[in-house]
């Protein structure tokens, strides 16, 4: 697998990184890209928000935005797979080139805009998948929207009946205004909208539907207090930290630091740890916490629970390490219990989290 995911990886490099994607989203879909499933290991099986995840590792929001491929990406080794950002009514998104790798650094630059086909292309292939495969979606608003609370609240609506959990995406900085909607009174606003329609959609099925809300790294430790405050003024299942940066800080590509959009990859771990960390002090032990941003090795992964996370996402790492990574993230959290002698992954949670959330922003 490793020799097969390198001469993937330096074939896809031949392209730019937006053909790349698509062919990689194209080889998940025709088996090309070979199922590589995690051995089972009840030591990495999580419950979070009432759900049960057979190891912490997802991916993350941004690859399959249009649903086309999560129980492909779930057959790699991941526990569970989240499709979106998807918006109500189809977007082209910002113009191109719009995504950028940092070779140097093991980052990417993008700037899409929650490019998408739209809710009702994305619900016809959710309703076409396993109803057991653990697949969340990251729900949005388009960027010409009258009424963006509106569109998230469409978004519960329309897949409710097929969403193991919901991500309310409010934290992209390539949408503009998007990023206003986590100031206090608008997040309040949402979440009681947001969480209303959730509670009429329970009512109907008898099904709870966890809901999530993604938070940007780059706040100020007033603007985490007010998102930890109402947070946990509303009943929201949890919180995934964090979405990309707008930080340049500490690149070595200087070529393309200057280009717009938000950074991902190896360069965001220790900014959106910190978050991360910050954030489970706030809101205390119980509410359930998603770590993102830089994840690359079981040691990384690892390191996102130490400070705080219940489950940890990635997504940016695995275009310079290819489609094996997954597969080697959770066979290396597997030796870590073994090394540590931990009788589940959950031991480790919280460990580190003063370390991490002493750290300025």
């Given amino acids: 697998m490793s020799l097969l995911s390198d001469l993937g990886r330096k074939?896809?490099?031949?392209?730019?990184?937006?053909?790349?994607?698509?062919?990689s989203i194209a080889a998940l879909k025709t088996g090309l890209v070979?199922?590589?499933p995690a051995r089972p290991d009840p030591r990495l099986a999580r419950t979070v928000a009432g759900l049960t995840f057979p190891n912490p590792l997802g991916m993350a929001a941004g690859y399959d935005k249009n649903a086309e491929v999560p129980e492909p990406l779930i057959?790699?080794?991941?526990?569970?797979?989240?499709?979106?950002?998807?918006?109500?009514?189809?977007?082209?998104?910002?113009?191109?080139?719009?995504?950028?790798?940092?070779?140097?650094?093991?980052?990417?630059?993008?700037?899409?805009?929650f490019n998408n086909a739209g809710h009702a292309a994305a619900l016809?292939?959710?309703?076409?998948?396993?109803?057991?495969?653990?697949?969340?979606?990251?729900?949005?608003?388009?960027k010409d929207s009258a009424d963006r609370v509106a569109d998230y609240v469409e978004g519960i609506r329309t897949f409710y009946d097929v969403a193991r959990y919901f991500t309310a995406n409010i934290s992209s900085p390539n949408t503009p205004g998007l990023r206003d909607l986590q100031?206090?009174?608008?997040?309040?606003?949402?979440?009681?909208?947001?969480?209303?329609?959730?509670?009429?959609?329970?009512?109907?099925?008898?099904?709870?539907?966890?809901?999530?809300?993604?938070?940007?790294?780059?706040?100020?430790?007033?603007?985490?207090?007010?998102?930890?405050?109402?947070?946990?003024?509303?009943?929201l299942d949890g919180l995934v930290v964090s979405n990309t940066t707008l930080s340049r800080e500490g690149l070595t590509d200087r070529r393309?630091?200057?280009?717009?959009?938000?950074?991902?990859?190896?360069?965001?771990?220790?900014?959106?740890?910190?978050?991360?960390?910050?954030?489970r002090r706030r809101v205390g032990g119980d509410l359930p916490i998603i770590g993102v941003g830089g994840i690359s090795s079981a040691e990384t992964a690892a390191e996102k629970i130490r400070a705080g996370a219940d489950l940890v996402q990635l997504y940016s790492c695995m275009v310079y390490a290819g489609p094996g990574l997954p597969g080697e993230i959770v066979g290396g959290l597997s030796r870590l219990c073994d090394r540590?002698?931990?009788?589940?992954?959950?031991?480790?949670?919280?460990?580190?989290?003063?370390?991490?959330?002493?750290?300025?922003?």
């Avoid at 991941?78 to 790798?101: C, D, H, L, S």
């Avoid at 393309?256 to 954030?279: C, D, I, Q, W, Y």
């Avoid at 992954?345 to 991490?356: L, M, P, V």
Wanted: aromatic residues 4%.
């Fill in 34 to 36: 070979p199922a590589c």
């Fill in 183 to 235: 100031a206090r009174e608008s997040l309040d606003a949402l979440l009681a909208a947001v969480l209303a329609a959730r509670a009429e959609q329970a009512e109907r099925t008898g099904r709870h539907v966890p809901v999530f809300l993604k938070i940007a790294p780059d706040l100020t430790e007033e603007g985490l207090d007010d998102i930890a405050a109402v947070a946990l003024a509303h009943p």
């Fill in 11 to 23: 074939g896809l490099f031949l392209f730019d990184p937006e053909t790349a994607h698509g062919l």
């Fill in 256 to 279: 393309l630091a200057g280009e717009a959009g938000g950074l991902s990859g190896r360069p965001l771990f220790e900014k959106s740890t910190s978050v991360l960390a910050k954030m």
């Fill in 340 to 361: 540590e002698g931990l009788a589940s992954i959950g031991d480790i949670r919280g460990s580190r989290t003063a370390h991490w959330a002493d750290r300025p922003l």
């Fill in 124 to 142: 016809a292939r959710l309703k076409a998948c396993r109803r057991d495969a653990l697949i969340g979606v990251n729900i949005g608003a388009n």
């Fill in 75 to 113: 057959r790699l080794g991941f526990g569970f797979a989240e499709v979106g950002t998807v918006t109500p009514r189809p977007q082209e998104g910002n113009p191109k080139p719009r995504i950028f790798r940092l070779l140097e650094d093991g980052a990417v630059i993008n700037r899409l805009g």
